[in-house]
């Protein structure tokens, strides 16, 4: 089950998302009301919801504003949203998988489409990068939660299907089906995750270059920018060396 992590660049730089913490609860509270308009408004009972507030704790997202994005549903407030997924390819020959809560398709399509063309890449019909990736669940741990065989007993004990453990985190992946189920198991023996949600795992990953990469972040910012867009995944690989030299510039 053990393995080195090359996680780290297939969800986009956490960085990019700690600079805009406004932007982000923003589309927190969207996925909370969303899953409890779905659902019950009890994470007892409502398993999305349920992975959505325990996301938005991850992310110290206030109480307050958890509880009130629930309230928002339970009233019936607010805009009706609807899932939309949108696969493409970036520069490099990177595949990219956007998902979105939109009450607009055609101006969440159209932004997403200009994102793509404005910066080396193009968008695809759904379908035509994903069958590059697996739908995972994915819990992430920092390493200081445990060591490497620490970790590896837990997620087993738990029935996780694999761990992947570096110098940062360990993540822990499951069947879709079982995400809820081992991340509760998990919490008893470890306490709270920092993540837990629905992946895009890629069967393969491509190597960036330094121009390649480049590129691609910007397009992965100006996605990250748009309030429709809730997750960008992808199948890049940026060594540590190129992250350095662009982290620089």
């Given amino acids: 089950m053990a393995g080195h992590s090359k996680f780290k660049n297939i969800m986009h730089r956490k960085g990019a998302q700690d600079k805009k913490r406004s932007a982000m609860f923003s589309k927190l509270s969207r996925e909370i009301t969303v899953a409890a308009k779905m659902g019950a408004p009890d994470v007892d009972m409502n398993p999305r919801l349920r992975l959505a507030v325990n996301s938005a704790k991850a992310q110290s997202m206030p109480k307050d504003n958890i509880q009130r994005a629930i309230d928002k549903a339970s009233a019936n407030e607010g805009d009706d949203y609807e899932e939309v997924r949108y696969e493409g390819y970036g520069p490099g020959g990177s595949a990219i ?52 065989d620490k970790m590896l007993e837990a997620a087993m004990e738990a029935g996780a299907e694999d761990i992947q453990s570096g110098a ?19 919490e008893k023996l470890l306490g709270e995750a920092e993540t837990v949600k629905l992946a895009w795992k890629p069967n393969i990953t491509v190597d960036m270059d330094e121009a390649g990469a480049g590129t691609l972040f910007k397009l992965l910012d100006v996605l990250d920018d748009d309030d429709d867009v809730q997750t960008v995944w992808g199948n890049y690989e940026v060594s540590d060396e190129i992250m350095a030299k662009l982290d620089q510039d």
Wanted: hydrophobic letters at 40%; charged letters at 20%; glycine letters at 12%.
């Fill in 168 to 186: 940062e985190e360990h993540e822990i992946w499951t069947a879709a089906d079982d995400l809820h189920e081992v991340a509760g198991a998990l």
């Fill in 97 to 148: 998988i956007v998902e979105a809560l939109t009450d607009n398709r055609n101006r969440t399509a159209t932004n997403v489409r200009t994102a793509f063309s404005k910066h080396g890449g193009n968008l695809g019909a759904t379908g035509s990068v994903s069958h590059g990736f697996e739908r995972l669940g994915l819990i992430v741990y920092p390493a200081t939660a445990g060591s490497e």
